[in-house]
């Protein structure tokens, strides 16, 4: 009778997890479990507040839910008048931002990447040299009224195009593209401007859709350059109105007892909640992309 013999390669290997090794995932989990909760307490704690009553925000009596439910400072802010215009210029002058500081950023970080690049290590050191000293705000302001930007959206959008850091993130990725893909390109006919639209930009999305978040919050969020740039308050992003908005209701507070000490107390939670929610929605979609490209950028210095 023959013997049946079993394949034990076939079978999955357990193995077999130490007392420490559970100790530290149960300490792993229970760290990670309160590192979410402090970050999600304080934005939890906006949105309560900016759904409350003044008087309940006043008292002390709002936490995680809402204490008097109502939406005064969400329809005050909204039927201004003046706020969904600012939110349109905030988004296009975002998009638009964004992808001319993805392309001329990773039209930048390509041929850096390239050892063949005369003269590359001293570009490089010459970037980084950027990170560690700036011309400085007055500098910077003067430049752009020279260049009669002044009050204009460019001047809202060319001072943050190149960031040096996501360039050095790029170039690091792009040191991982296999140089034989090129190679077999540039046989079939492709210039080097073909390799890297059709090859290097192809296989670049984990770090563009990195990339692409970071500058997104970046101009979303600022304020600062529309503050000095921009005269016109036609082209002022919504950062910037909901600014004035908060600097005026904390002004006329103390004097008017009308509608903007209603929501004075709670204008500004209104404010940082309205500015984060498009942020938020966003990156659900782009999260698969954005461990793998911090990772993948990171590989090489």
């Known amino acids: 009778m023959a013997k049946t013999s079993v394949n034990t390669m076939d079978q999955p290997m357990k193995i ?3 007392m420490a090794y559970r100790v530290f995932n149960v300490f792993n989990t229970i760290l990670m479990i309160l590192i979410c909760a402090a970050m999600l307490y304080p934005f939890l704690y906006l949105v309560a507040q900016s759904f ?7 008292a002390g009596e709002v ?15 909204i039927n201004d008048g003046r706020f969904i215009p600012y939110y349109g210029n905030t988004i296009v002058y975002s998009v638009i931002a964004t992808v ?8 930048l970080a390509y041929p850096l990447s390239k050892p063949e690049l005369w003269g590359g290590k001293i570009i490089n050191k010459f970037i980084i040299f950027t990170m560690y000293f700036g011309g400085g705000m007055i500098p910077n302001y003067i430049l752009m009224t020279s ?5 204009t959206v460019a001047a809202f959008i060319l001072p943050g195009m190149i ?4 360039v050095i993130l790029m170039r690091s990725f792009f040191t991982t593209v296999p140089r034989e893909l090129e190679e077999a390109g540039e046989i079939d006919g492709l210039s080097l401007w073909g390799a890297f ?8 999305k984990p770090i563009m859709a990195t990339m ?7 101009y979303w969020n600022n304020w600062f350059d529309a503050f000095l740039y921009l005269d016109t308050q036609d082209k002022w992003p919504v950062a910037y109105y909901l600014r004035q908005l908060i600097d005026s209701s904390s002004g006329t507070a103390a004097a008017d007892a009308g509608e903007a000490m209603q929501i004075s107390s709670n204008i500004k939670s209104c404010a940082m909640v309205l500015t984060a929610a498009p942020i938020i929605c966003v990156y659900p979609f782009i999260q698969k992309y954005f461990v793998q490209g911090m990772m993948l950028g990171g590989v090489k210095g």
């Open 212 to 218: 692409a978040l970071f500058y997104i919050v970046q």
């Open 100 to 107: 001319c500081a993805l392309f001329f950023s990773a039209l």
């Open 16 to 18: 077999k997890e130490s």
């Open 163 to 166: 960031s040096t850091y996501y």
């Open 197 to 204: 639209w059709r090859i290097a930009l192809p296989l670049s």
């Open 147 to 151: 260049l009669g930007l002044r009050d």
């Open 52 to 58: 409350s009553s003044t008087e309940a925000i006043v």
């Open 63 to 77: 936490g995680l839910i809402p204490k008097d439910f109502s939406i005064e400072t969400y329809a005050y802010v």
